[in-house]
C-alpha cells in the first residue's frame, strides 16, 4: 500500500475497502483524494477519551514492552492472561487495558503526528470512529461526504501520511483488524482485548494482569484521600481493602471514589462489604466484587440523587462509549438536574465524560453488573424471588432512542447522517442485550427496523443482522407468523445473510418467505416475484443452478406479464437468468437474452448508464466464453472507455473492465497490450484496496497468468508463491482459489524445471470477478 504520499494513478476517484472484513468498498471523489492527500495534521491532532479516575499508577513493565513492540513491529495488542474456559470467553473485566493503552498514548503523544483512538467492539463503531478522523482533520470534506466515504477518506489520510498511533479500543474480533494492519503501513497499531487468543499472525500480546500489591495500594490510597497525608494505619487498611477487593483496578477506583465522596475510613467500608474471605473460598469473580461494591455506592448516589441512578440504569444498556447528553435529556426534568445527576455520577467514578463534556462514557463491566442485578429480596417476598434479575432502565433505554430517532433513514441531509451514525452504536447495543423474558414490542421492533434500514441505504447490509434478527422476532411474537411486516422482516434478514455471504442461513427464510408470499399475497403479486427472484438469486450463488434456473424462468415470465416488457425488474430479471444460463455454460440460449438486454438498456437507460456498461460487460463475457473474441473485445474496449469517461480511472467497474479487457487480450495472444494494462489494474488494486483483498489477489493471479503465458517465469514464480501466501492466510487453506493457486504455482515450477513453455493444458488459471 502506498503510503508516501503520492497522487493516485490518474488522480481520479478511488475506491476504497473500508470494513475490516473486506465487505465493503466504496468510491472516493477526486476532490476528496486531493484533500485526504495534501491536509496535514495540525500539532498534537487526535482524541483520546477522558480516564474515568484521571489517576494511573505502576505498570511501568507492560509500558516499556508496549514501546518496545510498536517501535519494532508497528503493533501490539493488550490482553489479559487465558484463565479458565468460561474466562476465555467472556474476559476479565476492569483490569485496566484502556487505561494503559490511554496512558501510553498520553506518554508519547508527542512522538506521533495523530493519536486517535477507535471504538472497535464491532465493525460498525471501527466505521464510525474512523470517520471522525475526517471530521477532525477535513471538516469542509466531511460535510459533503457519506459516513463511508468519511472512513474511505481517514484510510486514504492514514495511507498517505505517515507517524500516528490507531488505539483500538476492546476489540472483539481481531480478525476485523487484519485488513486495516494490513493496508496502514505508515504507523502503529494498538490494540486492546478481553480475548487472549487469535493475535498471532497479528500483532505482539502485551499480556495485563491484575495489579500487584503495592501498586494496588497505591491506587486506591490516591483516590480515597486525594492527595492528602496517608498514615501507616490508613495505608495498612488500604492494602488489606485491596487484598479482599482482588487488586482488580475498577474495584479499586469504584472503592476508593466512594470512599472520598462519603468519608468513609477504608476498614469500616470494608467490613460493611464482607469481602473478607475464608481460606477455603474461591476469590469473588470480577463481576461479584462490582456488585458487591455496588450495593453501597447505589445507596448513596440514590441518597443524593434518584435521577443518577435512573440515568445509569438507562446507560447500561446502551453502547458504553459516546451516550449523547441529548439522548439522556428526555430522562430528567430539566437541563440543570441532568447536569446535577452526571456530575454525582462522575463524582463516584461510575462514568467520565469526554473532552467536550457533550457525552459520557460508562465502563463495560459497569454495564454488564447493572443488566444482571438481582432484587433485593424484603422479608416479606418469598425466597424465590431472590435471585430474579431485573432490567431496571430498559424501558427509559428504548424510550430515549426512540425519541432521538431522526425522521427519515435514506436521502438524507448530512445532520440526518451525523444523528444516525451517534445515534446507531445505541441501537445495536439495545438489540444485543435484549432481555429473554422481556415481552415483545412492536414500538421497539420499529426501532430495530429504522437502523437497519439507515444501514442497508447506506450499503452496509451485511451489519444489519443482529437488528433484522431482533426485528423479526418481535414481529413474530406480536404481529403473527404472516403478517406483511413479519413476511419483509424475514426477506430482509435473508438479504443480510445473503450480503453477509451466509447462505446456509439465507436460503432457508428466503425459501419459507416465498411460500408464505404465496400464500397470502398471490403467485403474481410484486412482492412475491420479488421474494421468487431473491431465491432464485441465493441458489444460483450457492452453485444450484438446477434449482436456480426454472424460478428465473418464472419470475422473467411473470414480471414480463404483469410488469411489462422493458420494465426495470423485468430487465433484470432477463438480466439475471442470462446470468445463470452463463454459469451454466448454455451460451445457446445466454446470449440472445444478453443482446437483448443490452438493447433494452441502450434504449431505455442511455449508453453510458452504469447497468447498461455491466450489461454491455456481461455479453463481452459471454461472447469470450463462446470464443467470439473479435466481438467480445470490440465490446470490452468500449466499455472501459465509457467507464474511464463516465465513471473514472480507479472506480470499480473501470478496474473491473480494464482487468476483464487485458485477460481477453491475453486469450487471444496479444500479450504486448495484455500485460501493461494487467500490471497498471495490480497497481491500481494494490493501492485503493490494499495488499490482500481478494480482488486484489486475483488480479496479481492474472498478472502471473500472463507471465506465464510469455513464458517470463522468473515474473511469474514469485507473483504466483505470493499470491498462493496471501491466500492461504486471507482465505483458507482448501478455498477454491487457493487450491487453484496451488495448481498454478505447481504447474509454473514444473514448467521451470523442465525449462520448457508450459502447453495450454497447463496453464494457470485466471478468476475473472
Known amino acids: 500500500m502506498n503510503v508516501s504520499?503520492?497522487?493516485?494513478?490518474g488522480a481520479e476517484s478511488i475506491q476504497v475497502a473500508v470494513?475490516?472484513?473486506?465487505?465493503?468498498?466504496?468510491?472516493?471523489?477526486?476532490?476528496?483524494?486531493?484533500?485526504?492527500?495534501?491536509?496535514?495534521?495540525?500539532?498534537?491532532?487526535?482524541?483520546?477519551?477522558?480516564?474515568?479516575?484521571?489517576?494511573?499508577?505502576?505498570?511501568?513493565?507492560?509500558?516499556?514492552?508496549?514501546?518496545d513492540s510498536l517501535t519494532g513491529g508497528g503493533s501490539a495488542a493488550v490482553v489479559q492472561p487465558q484463565r479458565t474456559p468460561a474466562q476465555t470467553i467472556s474476559g476479565l473485566g476492569g483490569v485496566g487495558k484502556s487505561a494503559l493503552a490511554l496512558h501510553y498514548a498520553t506518554r508519547y503523544r508527542s512522538h506521533y503526528t495523530l493519536v486517535w483512538w477507535i471504538t472497535a467492539d464491532s465493525p460498525e463503531s471501527i466505521l464510525t470512529s474512523l470517520a471522525g478522523i475526517t471530521q477532525r482533520l477535513c471538516p469542509q470534506a466531511a460535510q459533503k461526504l457519506e459516513p463511508d466515504q468519511r472512513a474511505a477518506w481517514a484510510i486514504t489520510w492514514l495511507q498517505a501520511h505517515p507517524d500516528w498511533l490507531l488505539i483500538f479500543d476492546n476489540v472483539e474480533n481481531p480478525e476485523h483488524l487484519g485488513p486495516y494492519l494490513g493496508t496502514l503501513s505508515g504507523g502503529h497499531h494498538l490494540a486492546t482485548s478481553r480475548r487472549a487468543t487469535g493475535w498471532q499472525a497479528l500483532a505482539p500480546v502485551v499480556s495485563l494482569g491484575l495489579l500487584p500489591p503495592d501498586e494496588a495500594t497505591d491506587l486506591l490510597c490516591t483516590i480515597a484521600f486525594q492527595g492528602a497525608a496517608v498514615d501507616s494505619q490508613q495505608r495498612e487498611a488500604a492494602k488489606r481493602l485491596a487484598h479482599d477487593l482482588g487488586y482488580l483496578p475498577l474495584a479499586l477506583e469504584q472503592a476508593g471514589a466512594y470512599a472520598h465522596r462519603t468519608g468513609i475510613d477504608l476498614d469500616t467500608y470494608r467490613a460493611h462489604l464482607a469481602l473478607v474471605l475464608d481460606e477455603n473460598r474461591d476469590a469473588p469473580s470480577p463481576e461479584q466484587t462490582i456488585s458487591r461494591i455496588w450495593d453501597h455506592t447505589l445507596n448513596a448516589i440514590t441518597d443524593r440523587d434518584p435521577l443518577a441512578v435512573t440515568l445509569l440504569q438507562a446507560m447500561a444498556w446502551l453502547a458504553p462509549d459516546n451516550i449523547p447528553r441529548t439522548l439522556l435529556e428526555p430522562l430528567a426534568p430539566h437541563t440543570i438536574a441532568l447536569s446535577n445527576a452526571l456530575g454525582e455520577l462522575h463524582a463516584y467514578n461510575m462514568i467520565a465524560f469526554t473532552t467536550d463534556r457533550q457525552s459520557v462514557t460508562v465502563h463495560r463491566l459497569v454495564q454488564t453488573v447493572l443488566r444482571t442485578r438481582t432484587r433485593t429480596r424484603t422479608p416479606a417476598q418469598p425466597h424465590n424471588e431472590d435471585t430474579q434479575p431485573t432490567a431496571s432502565g430498559r424501558a427509559e433505554a428504548e424510550q430515549a432512542v426512540r425519541n432521538a430517532l431522526p425522521s427519515a433513514y435514506q436521502d438524507l441531509h448530512p445532520d440526518d447522517t451525523a444523528a444516525w451514525e451517534r445515534l446507531l452504536?445505541?441501537?445495536?447495543?439495545?438489540?444485543?442485550?435484549?432481555?429473554t423474558d422481556k415481552a415483545p414490542s412492536v414500538d421497539t421492533a420499529d426501532t430495530y427496523y429504522q437502523g437497519a434500514q439507515y444501514l442497508y441505504h447506506q450499503g452496509r447490509d451485511a451489519h444489519t443482522i443482529t437488528l433484522r434478527t431482533q426485528t423479526l422476532a418481535q414481529y413474530e411474537q406480536v404481529l403473527g407468523d404472516t403478517h406483511p411486516l413479519t413476511l419483509a422482516s424475514r426477506n430482509n434478514l435473508a438479504g443480510a445473510y445473503r450480503e453477509a455471504g451466509d447462505l446456509g442461513r439465507a436460503i432457508p427464510l428466503l425459501e419459507t418467505t416465498l411460500a408464505q408470499h404465496e400464500q397470502v399475497l398471490g403467485d403474481t403479486h410484486p412482492n412475491t416475484l420479488a421474494s421468487r427472484n431473491n431465491l432464485a438469486g441465493a441458489y444460483r450463488e450457492a452453485g444450484d443452478l438446477g434449482r436456480a434456473i426454472p424460478l428465473l424462468e418464472t419470475t422473467l415470465a411473470q414480471?414480463?406479464?404483469?410488469?411489462?416488457?422493458?420494465?426495470?425488474?423485468?430487465?433484470?430479471?432477463?438480466?439475471?437468468?442470462?446470468?445463470?444460463?452463463?454459469?451454466?455454460?448454455?451460451?445457446?440460449?445466454?446470449?440472445?437474452?444478453?443482446?437483448?438486454?443490452?438493447a433494452q438498456h441502450e434504449q431505455i437507460l442511455g449508453d453510458t448508464h452504469p447497468r447498461t456498461l455491466a450489461s454491455r460487460n456481461n455479453l463481452a463475457a459471454a461472447y469470450r466464453r463462446a470464443g467470439d473474441l473479435g466481438r467480445a473485445i470490440a465490446l470490452l474496449e468500449t466499455?472501459?472507455?465509457?467507464?474511464?469517461?463516465?465513471?473514472?480511472?480507479?472506480?470499480?467497474?473501470?478496474?473491473?473492465?480494464?482487468?476483464?479487457?487485458?485477460?481477453?487480450?491475453?486469450?487471444?495472444?496479444?500479450?504486448?497490450r495484455a500485460i501493461p494494462l494487467l500490471e497498471t489494474t495490480l497497481a491500481q488494486h494494490e493501492q485503493v484496496l490494499g495488499d490482500t483483498h481478494p480482488r486484489t489477489l486475483a488480479s496479481r493471479n492474472n498478472l502471473a497468468t500472463a507471465y506465464y503465458t510469455a513464458g517470463d517465469l522468473g515474473r511469474a514464480i514469485p507473483l504466483l508463491e505470493t499470491t498462493l501466501a496471501q491466500r492461504e492466510q486471507v482465505l483458507g487453506d482448501t478455498h477454491p482459489n487457493t487450491l487453484a493457486s496451488r495448481n498454478n504455482l505447481a504447474a509454473a515450477r514444473r514448467a521451470a524445471s523442465a525449462v520448457q513453455q508450459p502447453d495450454t493444458a497447463t496453464a494457470a488459471n485466471v478468476l475473472d470477478y
Do not use: M, W
Open 5 to 9: 504520499g503520492e497522487r493516485p494513478i
Open 19 to 67: 470494513s475490516g472484513d473486506n465487505t465493503r468498498v466504496v468510491v472516493l471523489p477526486k476532490d476528496a483524494v486531493e484533500s485526504a492527500l495534501d491536509v496535514k495534521a495540525p500539532a498534537q491532532a487526535g482524541y483520546l477519551p477522558r480516564s474515568t479516575s484521571g489517576v494511573f499508577i505502576g505498570r511501568e513493565a507492560e509500558l516499556s514492552a508496549l514501546r
Open 425 to 435: 452504536p445505541h441501537i445495536l447495543a439495545l438489540a444485543e442485550t435484549t432481555p
Open 559 to 598: 414480471r414480463e406479464q404483469v410488469l411489462g416488457d422493458t420494465h426495470p425488474d423485468a430487465l433484470a430479471s432477463r438480466n439475471n437468468l442470462a446470468g445463470a444460463y452463463y454459469t451454466a455454460g448454455d451460451l445457446g440460449r445466454a446470449i440472445p437474452l444478453l443482446e437483448t438486454t443490452l
Open 639 to 672: 466499455t472501459l472507455a465509457q467507464c474511464e469517461q463516465a465513471l473514472g480511472d480507479t472506480h470499480p467497474n473501470t478496474l473491473i473492465s480494464r482487468n476483464n479487457l487485458a485477460d481477453a487480450y491475453r486469450e487471444a495472444g496479444e500479450l504486448g
